[in-house]
């Protein structure tokens, strides 16, 4: 519901790609811990052999999938959000989140510029507007620097957590799952909590 339409889905729940409870990532603070942390995760890996399995050439040329890091000047960030809501803002003075869902990804955020403010969302609009293409996911914090004197930051530094909408199964977490012995049914009654798996044949 925080990605598409605001209906919840029973078999769409949160859930730690990993064992153990998740973490409640709506909370801003909590977000932004594991945001900045690495936390264990089936997901969390550089096994090339498993990547390869399920990530195509294109993407393995980024490596960072787990966490990224973005990096815009003020004039670079001012341009894009300028092309992409084909409106002026002025300067960038900051990127405000104004509600995460439970993956901490980011469904309302608000940009202040020095001529006008506006919220923006959901997730993949959120990413689309912070981006040449789209943003990895919309689950980052947000770092400004400032220069002596300025009253707007020179540079705005995106930290994020995975790729995108995070919705459903973990492709990389499934792989790992996978290799680790899981079976099919393990694997996707961990991220399809409340489901069942019927045969439907002879």
Not at 5 to 16: A, C, D, G, I, Q
Not at 36 to 46: G, H, I
Not at 53 to 70: H, K, M, S
Not at 81 to 90: L, R, V
Request: hydrophobic residues 30%.
């Amino acid at each position: 519901q925080y990605c598409w339409e605001n209906t919840p889905k029973p078999y769409l729940r949160s859930v730690m790609d990993a064992n153990g409870t998740a973490p409640d990532l709506s909370d801003e603070a909590t977000a932004e811990q594991w945001i900045r942390t690495s936390p264990t995760a089936f997901c969390n890996t550089t096994d090339k052999k498993i990547l390869a399995e399920v990530l195509n050439d294109y993407d393995r040329e980024t490596p960072d999938f787990y966490r990224w890091r973005v990096e815009y000047t003020q004039e670079e960030l001012a341009a894009l959000i300028k092309e992409k809501t084909k409106d002026d803002f002025g300067r960038i003075v900051n990127l405000v989140p104004l509600q995460r869902g439970k993956s901490g990804r980011i469904c309302r955020l608000k940009i202040e510029g020095t001529k006008k403010s506006l919220t923006i969302g959901k997730e993949l609009e959120i990413r689309r507007t912070l981006s040449q293409t789209h943003l990895y996911s919309s689950a980052f914090v947000v770092d400004r620097e400032m220069s002596e004197g300025d009253s707007t930051p020179k540079r705005f530094i995106l930290t994020g957590a995975g790729w995108g909408h995070g919705v459903g199964l973990c492709q990389i977490g499934a792989a790992m799952m996978s290799n680790k012995g899981y079976g099919y049914d393990d694997i996707l009654l961990h991220y399809y909590r409340g489901a069942e798996i019927k045969k439907l044949y002879e």
